[in-house]
């Protein structure tokens, strides 16, 4: 049997009015679309350029426990570094368009290999990067029937409240987005923060035994297509805020927070093995209020959850030139 948030997704519309929009009549057509282009950007780093890489040297001598435990330790990280790009853009307005065109080739990419395409947004100014998506040639070419759409983390009040992710993507994105309603899964928010985040973990349980969710081979997690994130100033992303306890959660999917130091107090958030295991993760920071945090998780200067980040395909920063101005 479906989890409430299947039967909650079917009322998907406004905040206001939870029933189906008028927008959402849509035939959709197939995505054709060409690589990001080059030409709005500033400038492209190697991570080596940015902080120390690591190495592995194979050698005949015997070594303890402890070393070769290191050395494996070592490789792993050196194996996340090679995965992950930074793209550094003199205006937001290019990264902006470029971040398009990167979602816009995965959504083509994964509709076509698996006929589905799930994506993670966070809030915050994250959902402003996107709106090129509901411009020429995207929201006509896009094929937004096959969209599945999360959050990454949210804040246990109404929808139709100012501090509601759920409004925030449903007022600059969602509403003129023809995304099917059952396909928009956000969490009940009637209920306690512990119990949302249960709900809201069977919820992606039984799309994984749908196969609309994949599951990662390498960690039993799920496997989003991609996954959006903002970063604040602090560092912070989704709800794993720098020195919280959460961010040490091992085994759940989404945890329940109800000390936030941001408020409101009481959130979901996806773990970090959740984050981690998505195919694409791009973090999106734009502003030079968070430069030091930016330096902080690039750099390694710091211990900011933004620096815990990785994926298992590719994790790219989206970077504007002041949000830059530390590396």
Known sequence: MASSCFLRSILFSSPTNLRSNPLFAFSPNTLTCSPPSTASRFESLSVSSIGAGSSCRLSSTRRNVSEVRSMATSAAEMGKEEKKRVEIYDLEENLAVDLAKFTANLSDKFC????????????????????????????????WARWHFFWVDERVVPKHHDDSNYKLAYDSFLSKVPIPPGNVHAINESLSAEAAADDYETCLKHLVKTNILRVSESTGFPK??????????????????PGHGLCNESKKWVASINDSPKPPSERITFTFPVINSSAHVSLVVAGSGKAEAVQAALKKTGNVPAGSVSAEDELVWFLDKPASSKL
């Open 112 to 143: 076509k290999e698996r006929g589905a395409f799930t994506v993670v947004v966070s809030g915050g100014s994250l959902i402003k990067s996107l709106r090129k998506l509901v411009e020429s040639p995207y929201i006509d070419s896009i094929d």
């Open 224 to 241: 989003f297509d991609l996954m959006l994130l903002g970063m604040g100033p602090d560092g912070h992303v989704a709800s794993l805020f």
